[in-house]
């Protein structure tokens, strides 16, 4: 082979090798027999430069494939001693090619039938999917519950059956009964021109007393066009079978525009028990324009009148709308009319041969023997912060939280009781100045 053809590693001889060691490859392979040529040729091939190969010009690499039986190159492949495959069946233990598994402890809380109860699940679903559909004919008493709710239901728009289910299967605290005296979506078509009309927005008297008086002569009227019950109307009396309503998710006018309306009012006869009914109407009482603050001014500026009278002819019609035992409509009334508390417990436990708070005593007790722990809680609720039960340390408080706390101990476990723990432990633990 000419110089011209020489190959690219001996083109490359400007790597860093010698004359001396390029002649030692090469006589190395051509000599074959020579048994200690291997071991220079393996020493040399250790010491090349790493950056041999990189000094390899693009035309040197073509002329690479004219080259293939340079010696060095031929004789590299044979240095390195070629690895058996590992063969991981050759192990005596194993037979059959088959691997073995360790078990392993999944602990107590694994469940050694998962897998049978997951199948046992998927045929009961598939039974399930594959079963007949209830028959229409069968009416059970949660779908005839459902059937009234939805009957009394005045919403124009579509009630969410989820919403429908929630509200006819709470029963543990019947926190969506109440009593509702405005049932009826409002009158808009009589009422909006007054509404809309500037008088009223600023509140004109006089202009406003004509034109609702000459649309409304009576309060009676007003109150039919505001969407109040026209039967409760005719018999203004709350009983307990009334606290047992749903919202019927009517379209109200604004408590604001009720509450300016029914004090043009004020001289009407039915104007104290109308106005009681109203503000203590779940909707109205839960609005944000019917605060303390609004029904104490309606209260002391067309009702009481400073006159000291007037609060026990207030007083003496509420009593004829609400019962006395009623304390979850009392407690609310007074949540309203807070300066009322000490008058109308004054009407309820009336002094005889024993004093207020041994009737106090006597309420209670009758009330957690009967096991009425949600007329028991409102009661708590209605006599602390009175003059005759103030809060703080008492032996009266010690012993309704003894009676509480044996019976949550004996495993009864109503959300009254519940909550009737922590308010008597809350007002045992305040001290008033």
Partial sequence: MSSSSSSPIRAANTSGLTKEEEDLIIADSESDSDSNSQQKTQNVIRNLPEDYLDDISDSDLDQLDDDLNDPVL?????????????????????????????????GRSFDKKLATNISKLDEL????????????????????????????LKYKGNINEHIVDMVVRETISGQFKDWHFIDSEYNFKLLDPILDS???????????????????????????????????LNN?????????????????????????????????????????????????????????????????????????????LFLQDYLQVVDKG???????????????????????FKENQDTKLAQFVKTFNKLFDEKMYRDLLYFVLF?????????????TTEYFKDCVYDMTQDGTNDV??????????????????
């Avoid at 679903?125 to 009957?151: C, F, G, H, M, T």
């Avoid at 202009?207 to 505001?226: D, G, N, R, W």
């Avoid at 602390?384 to 340390?393: A, L, R, V, W």
């Fill in 416 to 433: 009254e009781l519940s909550l009737m723990k922590g308010v008597l432990n809350l007002f045992y633990q305040i001290n008033e100045v």
């Fill in 198 to 232: 500037d008088d009223f927005f600023y509140l004109n008297e006089i202009q406003m007393t004509e034109k609702i008086k000459k649309q409304f002569p009576t309060l009676h009227e007003l109150c039919l066009a505001l969407g109040c019950n026209k039967v409760k």
């Fill in 74 to 106: 031929t004789r590299i492949p044979k240095l390195i001693k070629p690895v058996a495959p590992i063969n991981i069946f050759k192990d005596d233990n194993i037979s059959h090619k088959e691997v073995e598994i360790k078990q392993f402890d999944l």
């Fill in 383 to 395: 006599i602390y912060g009175s003059d005759e039960m103030p809060f703080g340390n008492s032996k």
């Fill in 236 to 312: 203004i009396h709350i009983s307990k079978e009334d606290l047992l309503q749903y919202d019927n998710l009517v379209e109200l006018t604004p408590t604001e525009n009720v509450m300016k309306l029914i004090c043009y009012y004020g001289s009407d006869p039915l104007f104290n028990k109308i106005f009681i009914c109203l503000i203590l109407d779940r909707k109205i009482y839960e609005s944000l324009f019917c605060d303390s603050l609004i029904c104490t001014t309606i209260y002391c500026k067309l009702i009481l009148q400073n006159d000291p009278d007037n609060e026990s």
């Fill in 326 to 348: 009623n304390y979850f409509l009392h407690y609310r009334l007074i949540r309203l009319l807070p300066n009322l508390k000490n008058a109308l417990i004054e009407r309820l």
């Fill in 125 to 152: 679903i598939k039974l399930a999917e594959k079963s007949p559909l209830k028959s229409p004919v069968v009416n059970l008493d949660i779908d005839k519950a459902k059937n009234a709710y939805r009957a009394q």
